[in-house]
């Protein structure tokens, strides 16, 4: 064939390679990829032009689409060339020079069970074919494709997600990929590189590095920039037990990937940063965390070195918002407490080398923390503000020292300080404390829990260093260091008035051991000290209030088992305490009581003094010695020894008081007594014996010039003559002084001190009134009598003679008279009826007969005989004689002359005055014996009216009584 016959046909052939290229091969190819599109896949396609150039091997696709069998689009783009390198076939590379796709469009549906669109319609159109064998003999070498370039321009990926309830969307636009030099073959001498651009609106991803496919391997750079809160929201939300309300991340690293023999991973340089996080919980709109910013930079992690490390975190503005419900759950471990067995992951199949991590350090600024507790019976908000936290190098090697300091503000006042180091494991701390005027009312709500009181006002300081230790149980640990408490202003719960109050409480220094429990204070300054003690009409001092009922005394609950209580009694047992010495400066004290009408009040102020030596450990001796004053008049003073406290060993105290001013007291008077005080002073002097629970104590009360005012009307005033036990009482001086002693059981609820003291005094008081002449006991036994001795005096039955032996009643009452110048004698003179009577008839008989006083017994009974046998009885002389004597016939003289007289003065005929003549010359007798005999001042003796009911004993001696009474 000749060459223009060859030329011809070449000419013939290009022009058939380019129609069928040019024209044939886009409309077969027009027509094709639809169908294959939807017998694959199930779509319906449609593309508006395809171009292929068979001279430059490129193919060129015109807007493509692609709809679901939904009718929903699903992969669509504008324009999609790519060309392949002829030459490089010769070598067995398929390379494609260029692969450029612009504005493609793919929507990606991850459905409920977590298959993804694109596999479900492949799965759907593509039935698994029958399982042929292979020949094992076959190459198995896989094709190698080389990609020179590979632009995506203007992406948009349309991400749905089924599988979480309720479908989310994330529109990835624009998506940019650039893609140079990747091939499916291991090569020595190059690899690819690439970069992605993708955003989410302001979301951005971009990645950029070296990727080889064969051996995977990868560096490079990625970024994460802006992803929001929701994004984060939606991915790890079955992951985070919060719920994400705001934020925004960016985090970036550089990383190396391989995958060989092994997979390797590795970063480096990794940044991290979250903008405006807030963070609450699932279930609650209520404000759980945000933070301004979080900062970590330096970020490394080795998977096959198992070590992870990350520079400083820094943490600005952080906001965190705790809160206690009334059922005692905590907002931020709600989300912990919602199942009883927690997952526990199952590491026995990972690598057994330790992991290693690190974190070059932690700096929070600018935090605050709030602290709701509704738990307490009122509500409790406490808060952190100016929260400053530096936390130095952590790792895994949790023995090794972290140092540590932190400062913040209290919301209501007041400013902590930490500083030191700590070890995680085991757990030791190091810490030194600062607090300076914290004020003390905003832990009201906690103090109140503790204790019936409202803390108006104080502030408290400390500094000092606290040590922990648990390499071993128990724990142990130490507290030392300065604590004080300043214009502390404290009232009862339901009150407004002042209960404590004090200016300055100072402890220094202060020694606190954990195990054992020891407690050591040196000195306890108390300056100012302030304290309002009232007792309420229902008899309950305010202080007994303070205390507050336990729930099960409320409740009527159970009391602590046996069991408990040792548990308990062992607890305080081992707890050791010592306080060196207390010093009270200028301290007061107010005492009301409401009990009484009108009110009792006074003052105790100007306490000064100290005690020292206080201790629960044998051998303690401690002293007190305090001083003060009483009333704004009155000195006092309390001295003695304590022993050791909580042991039976016995303590001393004396109690002096001087000058008290006995109006004052009016009030208690009044109730008890029936009289108000006018005017007086009061001195004491108690001494006090303390062994365990008992008291024995001596009370030496001295009541000087004591006078009562008006009548008081009182139920409880003692239904005795007062004025006169009063009276008894006092000496030539106006004095009175008593001792009342004292002795019971502190322990129980029926024993007061105080109540013990004036009863006794009350009882004393109206001994003396209602038997007087008791009181007399004194003088009366220097006379050989007995005080009620000295309440009557006998006479001879119709004569105004005493008598034997009774004139030494008349002298001692005399003694006790000019003694008491406030006591009154009051005279009545008395006759006996019939001793008297009788009496009287035989004084009359005698003088008829001529028988005198000193005649004797043998003269007087002739003459008795004489004026019988004279006399007209029917019995002769010595019949009634007979008849006197008896069956024996034998009679006395002293028998025959008293049967003489009784015969005899039956004749006699008494004047009708004859009685009360005898009464009221008796009564003027003695007048005058006490007046003239014994000095007794006219002004205490007063004459009664006579009566006729004095009494006579068996000799016939007629006793006469006194009354006393007081002016």
Same mark, same amino acid.
């Given at each position: 064939?000749?060459?223009?016959?060859?030329?011809?046909?070449?000419?013939?052939?290009?022009?058939?390679?380019?129609?069928?290229?040019?024209?044939?091969?886009?409309?077969?190819?027009?027509?094709?990829?639809?169908?294959?599109?939807?017998?694959?896949?199930?779509?319906?396609?449609?593309?508006?032009?395809?171009?292929?150039?068979?001279?430059?091997?490129?193919?060129?696709?015109?807007?493509?689409?692609?709809?679901?069998?939904?009718?929903?689009?699903?992969?669509?783009?504008?324009?999609?060339?790519?060309?392949?390198?002829?030459?490089?076939?010769?070598?067995?590379?398929?390379?494609?020079?260029?692969?450029?796709?612009?504005?493609?469009?793919?929507?990606?549906?991850? !459905?409920? #069970?977590?298959?993804?669109?694109?596999?479900?319609?492949?799965?759907?159109?593509?039935?698994?074919?029958?399982?042929?064998?292979?020949?094992?003999? &076959?190459?198995?070498?896989?094709?190698?494709?080389?990609?020179?370039?590979?632009?995506?321009?203007?992406?948009?990926?349309?991400?749905?997600?089924?599988?979480?309830?309720?479908?989310?969307?994330?529109?990835?636009?624009?998506?940019?990929?650039?893609?140079?030099?990747?091939?499916?073959?291991?090569?020595?001498?190059?690899?690819?590189?690439?970069?992605?651009?993708?955003?989410?609106?302001?979301?951005?991803?971009?990645?950029?590095?070296?990727?080889?496919?064969?051996?995977?391997?990868?560096?490079?750079?990625?970024?994460?920039?802006?992803?929001?809160?929701?994004?984060?929201?939606?991915?790890?939300?079955?992951?985070?037990?919060?719920?994400?309300?705001?934020?925004?991340?960016?985090?970036?690293?550089?990383?190396?990937?391989?995958?060989?023999?092994?997979?390797?991973?590795?970063?480096?340089?990794?940044?991290?940063?979250?903008?405006?996080?807030?963070?609450?919980?699932?279930?609650?709109?209520?404000?759980?965390?945000?933070?301004?910013?979080?900062?970590?930079?330096?970020?490394?992690?080795?998977?096959?070195?198992?070590?992870?490390?990350?520079?400083?975190?820094?943490?600005?503005?952080?906001?965190?918002?705790?809160?206690?419900?009334?059922?005692?759950?905590?907002?931020?471990?709600?989300?912990?407490?919602?199942?009883?067995?927690?997952?526990?992951?199952?590491?026995?199949?990972?690598?057994?080398?330790?992991?290693?991590?690190?974190?070059?350090?932690?700096?929070?600024?600018?935090?605050?923390?709030?602290?709701?507790?509704?738990?307490?019976?009122?509500?409790?908000?406490?808060?952190?503000?100016?929260?400053?936290?530096?936390?130095?190098?952590?790792?895994?090697? !949790?023995?090794?020292?972290?140092?540590?300091?932190?400062?913040?503000?209290?919301?209501?006042?007041?400013?902590?300080?930490?500083?030191?180091?700590?070890?995680? &494991?085991?757990?030791?701390? %190091?810490?030194?404390?600062?607090?300076?005027?914290?004020?003390?009312?905003?832990?009201?709500?906690?103090?109140?829990?503790?204790?019936?009181?409202?803390?108006?006002?104080?502030?408290?300081?400390?500094?000092?260093?606290?040590?922990?230790?648990?390499?071993?149980?128990?724990?142990?640990?130490?507290?030392?260091?300065?604590?004080?408490?300043?214009?502390?202003?404290?009232?009862?719960?339901?009150?407004? %008035?002042?209960?404590?109050?004090?200016?300055?409480?100072?402890?220094?220094?202060?020694?606190?051991?954990?195990?054992?429990?020891?407690?050591?204070?040196?000195?306890?300054?108390?300056?100012?000290?302030?304290?309002?003690?009232?007792?309420?009409?229902?008899?309950?001092?305010?202080?007994?209030?303070?205390?507050?009922?336990?729930?099960?005394?409320?409740?009527?609950?159970?009391?602590? &088992?046996? #069991?408990?209580?040792?548990?308990?009694?062992?607890?305080?047992?081992?707890?050791?305490?010592?306080?060196?010495?207390?010093?009270?400066?200028?301290?007061?004290?107010?005492?009301?009581?409401?009990?009484?009408?009108?009110?009792?009040?006074?003052?105790?102020?100007?306490?000064?003094?100290?005690?020292?030596?206080?201790?629960?450990?044998?051998?303690?001796?401690?002293?007190?010695?305090?001083?003060?004053?009483?009333?704004?008049?009155?000195?006092?003073?309390?001295?003695?020894?304590?022993?050791?406290?909580?042991?039976?060993?016995?303590?001393?105290?004396?109690?002096?008081?001087?000058?008290?001013?006995?109006?004052?007291?009016?009030?208690?008077?009044?109730?008890?007594?029936?009289?108000?005080?006018?005017?007086?002073?009061?001195?004491?002097?108690?001494?006090?014996?303390?062994?365990?629970?008992?008291?024995?104590?001596?009370?030496?009360?001295?009541?000087?010039?004591?006078?009562?005012?008006?009548?008081?009307?009182?139920?409880?005033?003692?239904?005795?003559?007062?004025?006169?036990?009063?009276?008894?009482?006092?000496?030539?001086?106006?004095?009175?002084?008593?001792?009342?002693?004292?002795?019971?059981?502190?322990?129980?609820?029926?024993?007061?001190?105080?109540?013990?003291?004036?009863?006794?005094?009350?009882?004393?008081?109206?001994?003396?009134?209602?038997?007087?002449?008791?009181?007399?006991?004194?003088?009366?036994?220097?006379?050989?009598?007995?005080?009620?001795?000295?309440?009557?005096?006998?006479?001879?039955?119709?004569?105004?003679?005493?008598?034997?032996?009774?004139?030494?009643?008349?002298?001692?009452?005399?003694?006790?008279?000019?003694?008491?110048?406030?006591?009154?004698?009051?005279?009545?003179?008395?006759?006996?009826?019939?001793?008297?009577?009788?009496?009287?008839?035989?004084?009359?008989?005698?003088?008829?007969?001529?028988?005198? %006083?000193?005649?004797?017994?043998?003269?007087?009974?002739?003459?008795?005989?004489?004026?019988?046998?004279?006399?007209?009885?029917?019995?002769?002389?010595?019949?009634?004689?007979?008849?006197?004597?008896?069956?024996?016939?034998?009679?006395?003289?002293?028998?025959?002359?008293?049967?003489?007289?009784?015969?005899?003065?039956?004749?006699?005929?008494?004047?009708?005055?004859?009685? #009360?003549?005898?009464?009221?010359?008796?009564?003027?007798?003695?007048?005058?014996?006490?007046?003239?005999?014994?000095?007794?001042?006219?002004?205490?003796?007063?004459?009664?009216?006579?009566?006729?009911?004095?009494? &006579?004993?068996?000799?016939?001696?007629?006793?006469?009584?006194?009354?006393?009474?007081?002016?």
């Amino acid at each position: 064939m000749s060459a223009r016959n060859i030329s011809v046909v070449v000419l013939a052939l290009v022009v058939i390679y380019a129609l069928v290229g040019f024209v044939g091969l886009p409309w077969w190819l027009e027509r094709t990829l639809p169908k294959r599109l939807e017998q694959r896949m199930g779509w319906q396609a449609e593309v508006e032009n395809i171009r292929v150039n068979p001279f430059t091997m490129s193919v060129a696709v015109v807007n493509l689409t692609a709809n679901d069998s939904d009718g929903e689009r699903v992969v669509a783009f504008d324009r999609l060339y790519t060309n392949l390198g002829v030459w490089r076939l010769v070598t067995g590379v398929v390379a494609l020079q260029n692969i450029e796709l612009e504005e493609p469009y793919i929507r990606l549906d991850l !459905l409920e #069970d977590y298959s993804v669109n694109f596999a479900i319609d492949w799965q759907a159109n593509n039935p698994p074919a029958e399982e042929t064998t292979t020949d094992e003999s &076959a190459s198995g070498e896989p094709l190698r494709l080389h990609f020179h370039r590979v632009r995506v321009a203007g992406g948009e990926l349309l991400f749905r997600d089924f599988s979480r309830q309720g479908q989310e969307e994330f529109r990835v636009t624009p998506l940019d990929l650039a893609l140079n030099d990747l091939a499916t073959w291991p090569r020595d001498d190059a690899d690819s590189d690439y970069y992605l651009l993708a955003a989410v609106d302001s979301q951005t991803i971009e990645w950029e590095g070296d990727l080889s496919i064969s051996p995977l391997y990868s560096k490079g750079f990625i970024k994460l920039g802006g992803v929001t809160h929701a994004t984060l929201q939606h991915f790890l939300k079955p992951y985070l037990p919060y719920r994400l309300r705001d934020g925004s991340l960016t985090v970036s690293s550089e990383y190396e990937l391989q995958s060989a023999d092994e997979l390797f991973l590795s970063t480096s340089n990794g940044q991290l940063s979250i903008e405006n996080l807030d963070l609450g919980l699932a279930d609650s709109d209520d404000e759980l965390l945000t933070t301004q910013s979080i900062r970590i930079g330096d970020i490394q992690f080795g998977l096959n070195s198992r070590e992870a490390a990350t520079g400083t975190v820094n943490i600005d503005g952080l906001n965190l918002s705790l809160h206690r419900d009334k059922a005692g759950s905590i907002n931020l471990l709600e989300p912990f407490q919602q199942g009883d067995e927690a997952e526990t992951a199952d590491d026995s199949a990972g690598n057994d080398m330790a992991f290693r991590w690190s974190v070059a350090g932690v700096e929070l600024g600018k935090g605050s923390i709030n602290w709701r507790d509704e738990q307490l019976q009122t509500a409790a908000d406490l808060s952190l503000e100016d929260l400053n936290v530096s936390v130095d190098e952590l790792s895994h090697q !949790l023995e090794d020292p972290v140092n540590y300091k932190a400062d913040a503000t209290l919301g209501d006042g007041g400013r902590l300080v930490f500083n030191g180091q700590t070890t995680l &494991a085991p757990f030791t701390l %190091e810490a030194g404390i600062a607090g300076s005027d914290i004020v003390l009312a905003q832990f009201g709500a906690y103090i109140s829990e503790m204790a019936n009181l409202d803390v108006r006002d104080g502030r408290l300081n400390v500094d000092g260093n606290l040590d922990l230790d648990q390499q071993q149980d128990p724990l142990t640990g130490t507290f030392s260091g300065t604590g004080e408490v300043t214009s502390l202003d404290a009232r009862l719960g339901n009150s407004d %008035e002042r209960l404590i109050g004090w200016q300055t409480l100072r402890l220094e220094p202060v020694e606190y051991n954990v195990a054992p429990a020891r407690l050591e204070i040196g000195t306890i300054t108390l300056a100012g000290p302030a304290f309002n003690v009232v007792r309420e009409g229902d008899g309950v001092h305010n202080l007994q209030r303070i205390t507050q009922s336990s729930s099960s005394e409320d409740s009527g609950g159970e009391a602590p &088992a046996e #069991d408990e209580k040792s548990s308990v009694e062992d607890s305080e047992s081992q707890f050791i305490f010592r306080i060196g010495q207390l010093m009270l400066e200028e301290g007061a004290i107010s005492y009301t009581d409401r009990t009484i009408e009108p009110t009792f009040t006074t003052r105790l102020d100007q306490l000064r003094g100290s005690v020292t030596g206080l201790s629960n450990i044998s051998p303690q001796q401690g002293k007190v010695s305090i001083q003060g004053r009483v009333g704004e008049v009155a000195s006092m003073t309390l001295d003695g020894s304590l022993g050791t406290l909580g042991t039976d060993e016995t303590s001393e105290l004396k109690l002096t008081m001087e000058n008290l001013s006995l109006p004052t007291l009016s009030p208690y008077f009044g109730r008890y007594l029936g009289y108000g005080v006018d005017s007086g002073k009061l001195n004491l002097d108690l001494d006090y014996e303390f062994t365990g629970t008992t008291i024995d104590a001596g009370n030496s009360v001295v009541l000087d010039r004591l006078e009562l005012g008006e009548a008081v009307a009182s139920d409880d005033a003692v239904s005795a003559p007062v004025k006169l036990g009063l009276a008894l009482l006092r000496d030539r001086k106006g004095v009175i002084d008593i001792d009342l002693p004292v002795s019971g059981d502190l322990d129980s609820p029926d024993f007061s001190v105080g109540q013990v003291v004036m009863k006794a005094f009350v009882d004393l008081v109206a001994k003396a009134a209602t038997s007087p002449f008791s009181m007399l006991g004194s003088i009366a036994d220097l006379a050989g009598l007995s005080g009620e001795d000295l309440g009557s005096i006998s006479f001879e039955p119709g004569q105004v003679a005493l008598a034997e032996g009774e004139n030494v009643k008349l002298e001692a009452l005399g003694s006790a008279l000019n003694d008491r110048p406030a006591l009154v004698l009051k005279v009545r003179g008395a006759v006996s009826p019939e001793a008297d009577a009788i009496g009287l008839r035989q004084q009359q008989l005698f003088d008829q007969l001529g028988i005198a %006083e000193a005649t004797s017994a043998s003269e007087r009974i002739p003459r008795l005989e004489q004026a019988y046998a004279s006399s007209d009885y029917v019995a002769p002389l010595a019949a009634f004689r007979n008849d006197t004597a008896g069956e024996n016939g034998e009679i006395s003289q002293e028998e025959w002359e008293r049967a003489l007289v009784e015969r005899l003065v039956t004749d006699i005929d008494l004047s009708p005055e004859a009685l #009360d003549n005898l009464a009221a010359a008796r009564g003027v007798w003695l007048r005058r014996q006490m007046l003239e005999s014994y000095e007794v001042p006219e002004s205490q003796l007063f004459l009664l009216d006579p009566v006729r009911d004095a009494s &006579a004993n068996e000799d016939g001696k007629v006793t006469i009584g006194f009354e006393l009474d007081a002016r």
